[in-house]
């Protein structure tokens, strides 16, 4: 079965950190560039960070810029987004999907979402 597969989130502290991954299944993540999203019930779909197939150039938005970073390892099949000084903002499901192109609209295959709750 092709899948991507995430994990990592969890109930954290403020101030805390977490580390989601986002595995393929089924097929090899090499040509595919990576975006991370998130989302709340009821709310429109934000696009937090991006990484090329080389894993050479990212893209991080703002509200996250400086706290979160993405990195690929191509040899697990696996892209990773550390979540560093988490804040309660930050509390949304984490989605990752993978397409063609760097930082598009356009994508082949979506994970099922892992929750992310900053609280104290």
């Known amino acids: 079965q092709l899948q991507l597969v995430e994990s990592g989130g969890g109930l954290v502290q403020p101030g805390g950190s977490l580390r989601l991954s986002c595995a393929a299944s089924?097929?090899?993540?090499?040509?595919?560039?990576i975006t991370w999203f998130r989302q709340a019930p009821g709310k429109e779909r934000e696009g937090v960070s991006c990484i090329s197939s080389s894993g050479g150039t990212t893209y991080y938005a703002d509200s996250v810029k400086g706290r979160f970073t993405i990195s690929r390892d191509n040899a697990k099949n696996t892209v990773y987004l550390q979540m560093n000084s988490l804040k309660p903002e930050d509390t949304f499901v984490y989605y990752c999907?993978?397409?063609?192109?760097?930082?598009?609209?356009?994508?082949?295959?979506w994970g099922q979402g892992t929750q992310v709750t900053v609280s104290s």
């Open positions: 089924g097929f090899t993540l090499d040509y595919y560039a």
């Open positions: 999907a993978a397409g063609l192109e760097y930082c598009s609209s356009e994508f082949d295959y």
